[in-house]
């Protein structure tokens, strides 16, 4: 980094017997409905968080709680994570999605650190009107990485997302059969609607090969699960589209007032062509860069008609795009951003 910086990835859990460790070498593991590479692990149990207070002051010179903590449930019904907010460090908290007002009940962990770094100026709105005042509108960080993959000779959809209602996964599934009358479809990530559809008639209708567990159909789409980096990353530079429905069947404000992912900013930097929810037109994102549907229902006919007029792959549409994520989303820029409130 440019001042010389390091920093590690820690997973941070309740386990009761768990010191906190350093890995040999990076480890995959799983977080939420995907997998991260993580550096070392560090527990909050009541047992411990004692001991990892003191380690992460002695190691370290600042805190970035990249998941800034999680709601009630059965299984953790009390915040015992809550003293991992008392680390005598420069601190900073992500929110990265807008349902904060489902999960604000132990909200008030963030009242202790120096700033709120939320990735959309929708989310930031909740959390603003929660009653906290030090947030700062931070775009999703992106990295990118060399162009090593070839485009695809012939057009290719990628499902690049979280496997929830809200990114209108049933939707897209319903339109497979007519988008594989003109394109290849290759379905990546997972989540609860992965496990919920993988017997259903709309799944196997949609897809012939489920290469993460097996559960195959007659369909056309192939299914890779979860999936490291570098091969999602190469599935976008083959790519000519890619889908996401967000906002569209949602009831919160924050996805109803437009919003996107890194989803979208690692497809738009890679070349090929997002198809999103009509509320993304009242984000950032530059129009003529995307494509937009109402209810998902066009989606095949939006890609017949773009592979026809060439607009996935126009050089134009490629070069706004990735001039957009350069100009927003570079990950060395979002650093400077945070840096400044952690020295």
């Not at 800034?68 to 994570?81: L, M, S, V």
């Not at 809200?166 to 497979?176: H, S």
């Amino acid at each position: 980094m440019k001042f010389g910086d390091s920093f590690d990835i820690l997973y941070c859990r309740n386990w009761k017997t768990k010191p906190p460790k350093m890995f040999p070498e990076r480890e995959w593991v799983r977080g939420g409905d995907t997998r991260i590479w993580v550096d070392g692990e560090i527990s909050h149990h009541a047992d411990r968080v004692e001991d990892t207070l003191k380690w992460l002051k002695k190691n370290y010179d600042a805190v970035y709680f990249g998941f800034a903590y999680p709601h009630p449930t059965k299984a953790y019904p009390t915040p015992e994570f809550l003293p991992m907010y008392d680390v005598e460090l420069p601190k900073i908290a992500g929110v990265t999605d807008g349902y904060f007002e489902d999960y604000k009940e132990w909200s008030e962990c963030l009242n202790k650190v120096n700033r709120i770094f939320v990735v959309q100026p929708t989310y930031a709105d909740i959390v603003r009107k929660a009653g906290f005042k030090h947030v700062q509108v931070s775009l999703a960080p992106f990295n990118p990485k060399p162009i090593i993959q070839q485009r695809s000779v012939k057009p290719l959809v990628v499902w690049p997302n979280q496997w929830k209602n809200i990114k209108g996964c049933n939707e897209f599934l319903d339109q497979v059969p007519a988008i594989s009358k003109s394109a290849i479809i290759e379905l990546y990530s997972c989540g609860i609607r992965y496990y919920q559809l993988r017997t259903e008639p709309r799944w196997l209708n949609a897809v012939g090969e489920d290469k993460f567990m097996g559960f195959n159909g007659h369909g056309s789409a192939t299914y890779f699960g979860n999936v490291d980096v570098d091969v999602i990353t190469k599935a976008y530079q083959r790519a000519w589209f890619t889908c996401n429905l967000q906002g569209m069947r949602s009831k919160k404000p924050a996805y109803q007032k437009g919003s996107y992912n890194l989803t979208e900013v690692e497809s738009l930097y890679y070349g090929c062509c997002p198809i999103l929810h009509e509320s993304t037109l009242q984000t950032g994102l530059p129009h003529g860069s995307y494509l937009t549907t109402s209810d998902g229902s066009d989606i095949a006919k939006l890609i017949k008609a773009s592979i026809l007029s060439k607009f996935a792959l126009d050089p134009v549409r490629q070069k706004l795009a990735k001039d957009y994520v350069l100009g927003n989303h570079l990950a060395t820029d979002k650093y400077l951003e945070l840096r400044k409130w952690l020295v």
